[in-house]
């Protein structure tokens, strides 16, 4: 199978066939892998060269090579394209996501409200600083998602914004 | 887990406490007997003094240490620990309430004679007092709560147009944080560095400084990386801010294990910003440089005991260099983050000492603070330091979460930080860095490859359509990673 894979800024082709070999972009790679913590560390040699890869974190997918974090990505070719297609956004509509993970102190909005783009929206206390969370666009409240006094883990969703003229 | 070390050296029992969330902790498991002290919000567990002193009176314990954080800097609740008839280890409450109000200790430092940068002596009344004093002061200035330390609360303000803003919030966290939403100005110190002198005090008057820390390394007024000595430091300084630090520690009759803060400007001139009167998380590398064990010395102190050895016996030698590994995102701007320890490998050898309480399945939770391990590295001298505090980074993983790990590898290369050259804006002009750390044609190769196979693992594991047995197999897999 062939994976669209970058590391970085770099893009690569990745062609693992099904006795195990690989063949990188134009050249076929003589990797000896162990793996070294199940489906965390691997040690790779090529050509000598000893290299330690753990995936630090699954997603977005960060790597340490040798001591240095690199963030990587591999989708398979099928799926690197369908998700070219399906990734025209769907405009108008911003969901408001918590930064990180905290205390929701304040909402300063109430669905329906209309709210000017950079408005305060709400109160994120975390890592014992306020943070004010503004809005990403103009427009309309259609849904709050958490009311004031809830913990949030990062990247969860707080509210959703209809843009307007 | 710091001071359980220290207490099993000297064959003291160890009685530790946990909140439901830390059941599991390593310092439950070192600690010769645990009590539990009821749910992970801090109120209710880590900051409950009734509780606390309840468990030490049931466990018979002598004394009570409060570690570094929660109700270390509480003045309650060390006299809470006296009025039931046990030693607190660390200053008593009245001296730690003279230092903990810092507008208090700011008078108190200028009336023994030390330099504190211009701003109010009492807390604000209202904002527009606060507007007053700034326009008074010049801006930049620092807003800062009067009831604590620790970056809570506190805000630089570079024109009267940030002000209204800053009061809002500022006063908020303070009054989160410490129960108080008194702020005070002071003028704001541009190119400053962060040093701070250890000192040491006994109860029969004797107390000396064990040399300054550089802290400048932080973000959001947090410190990130520090080092012993100071790379800006040089004996006539050195000697001048260990005399100013005795000065205040002579005038609030300090007893115990404390730090004297301040701030040095680029000409060397420094003015004094607060006491720390407890442990500092950084407080390894005056043990290094020192060899002294100051948790041990607090302990001995707290008994009653005199300073084992006099200012001309304390020898400085080599130099140190902490990182503070955190559960943050540092690619990320150093947002927060949560997760389990997936894989962990801890640094070691020559010159290198982990403080550290991870284990593999760990659960980091936004519960607590974000400090994962402390990395120490000494050296006969800073550049042996530096070296074993790369190669250090370099064999360090802790995989599961985002860290600030990557930060730490950058800066300990970084030209300037290596020249010495950084004050308290260093990591607002040095992170991210412009251009990434850049792997070889071999590391990319080996990422990729990596990167492939982790996906397929990930595919793999994924329970699929077929009844056969895949939802069993991946439980079967989730049990064995």
């Known amino acids: ?165 | 887990m710091r001071i359980i070390r220290a207490c099993h050296e000297l064959g003291i029992r160890a009685v530790a406490v946990f909140s439901d969330a830390d059941r599991g902790a390593l310092h439950v498991r070192l600690a010769d007997e645990a009590y539990p002290i009821g749910p992970a919000a801090p109120r209710e567990s880590y900051l409950a003094i009734g509780k606390l002193v309840a468990v030490a009176r049931r466990a018979e314990c002598d004394a009570v240490h409060p570690g570094y954080g929660f109700l270390a800097e509480n003045a309650d609740f060390a006299d809470a620990v006296r009025d039931a008839g046990l030693v607190f280890v660390g200053p008593p409450g009245e001296v730690q309430r003279r230092l903990g109000e810092k507008t208090q200790a700011r008078r108190l430092a200028r009336d023994a004679g030390v330099p504190v940068a211009d701003g109010t002596l009492a807390p604000l009344r209202d904002l527009d007092q606060a507007r007053r004093e700034a326009k008074r002061i010049g801006y930049p200035v620092m807003l800062k709560a009067a009831a604590g330390g620790g970056g809570k609360g506190m805000r630089a303000v570079g024109s009267a147009a940030e002000l209204d803003a800053a009061w809002r919030l500022s006063s908020g966290e303070a009054a989160g944080a410490f129960g108080s939403e008194a702020l005070f100005v002071e003028k704001l110190i541009e190119h400053a560095r962060h040093v701070e002198m250890q000192i040491l005090a006994d109860a029969h008057g004797g107390a000396v400084w064990l040399g300054e820390r550089d802290c400048s390394i932080q973000r959001r007024n947090q410190k990130l990386i520090e080092e012993s000595p100071g790379p800006s430091v040089d004996d006539a300084l050195r000697e001048r801010l260990g005399d100013a630090a005795l000065r205040i520690v002579r005038s609030a009759g300090y007893v115990n294990a404390g730090t004297v803060e301040f701030l040095v400007d680029e000409r060397g001139s420094f003015s004094f910003l607060e006491v720390n009167t407890r442990l500092q998380v950084e407080h390894p590398l005056t043990e290094l440089v020192t060899g002294l064990d100051i948790v041990a010395l607090q302990l001995r102190i707290a008994a009653g005991e005199p300073l084992p050895f006099a200012q001309g016996d304390v020898r400085c030698r080599g130099a140190a260099i902490e990182l503070r590994v955190t559960a943050e995102d540092a690619p990320r701007g150093f947002v927060p983050a949560t997760g389990r320890i997936a894989l962990l490998r801890e640094p070691a050898g020559p010159g290198v000492r982990v403080d550290s309480g991870l284990f593999e399945g760990l659960a980091v939770t936004s519960d607590y603070d974000p400090l994962l391990m402390k990395v120490i590295a000494h050296g006969v001298d800073r550049n042996e330091a530096l070296a074993r505090a790369r190669r250090a980074v370099r064999e360090t993983i802790v995989a599961g979460l985002p860290t600030s790990l990557a930060f730490h590898a950058h800066v300990l290369d970084e030209p300037d930080f290596v020249a010495g050259r950084y004050d308290t804006g260093y990591v607002a002009t040095h992170w991210p860095p412009r251009t990434p750390a850049e792997l070889d044609e071999s590391q990319i190769t080996a990422a990729a490859l990596v990167a492939v196979l982790a996906a397929r693992r990930r595919a793999a594991r994924r329970p699929v359509a077929s009844p056969d047995g895949a939802w069993s197999r991946a439980g079967r897999e989730e049990a064995l990673r």
């Open chain 1, 1 to 165: 199978m062939i994976y669209e894979v970058s590391v970085g800024e770099r893009r690569l082709r990745v062609d693992v066939a099904s006795d195990g070999r690989f063949q990188v972009d134009e050249h076929i790679v003589a990797a000896e892998i162990a793996e070294t913590a199940r489906g965390r560390q691997w040690s790779v040699r090529i050509a000598g060269r000893s290299h330690e890869v753990t995936v630090l974190t699954h997603d977005p997918v960060r790597l340490l090579v040798d001591g240095r974090e690199a963030e990587a990505s591999a989708l398979d070719e099928r799926t690197a394209a369908s998700a070219r297609g399906a990734s025209a956004a769907r405009g108008g509509r911003h969901e408001l996501r918590a930064p990180m993970p905290g205390l929701l102190k304040t909402v300063h909005v109430a669905e329906g409200d209309v709210i000017e783009r950079d408005a305060p929206m709400m109160t994120l206390e975390a890592m014992k600083m306020e943070n004010e969370l503004l809005a990403p666009a103009r427009g309309r409240v259609v849904r709050l998602a958490v009311s004031a006094g809830t913990k949030v883990e990062g990247g969860a969703i707080l509210a959703v914004l209809e843009e307007s003229e």
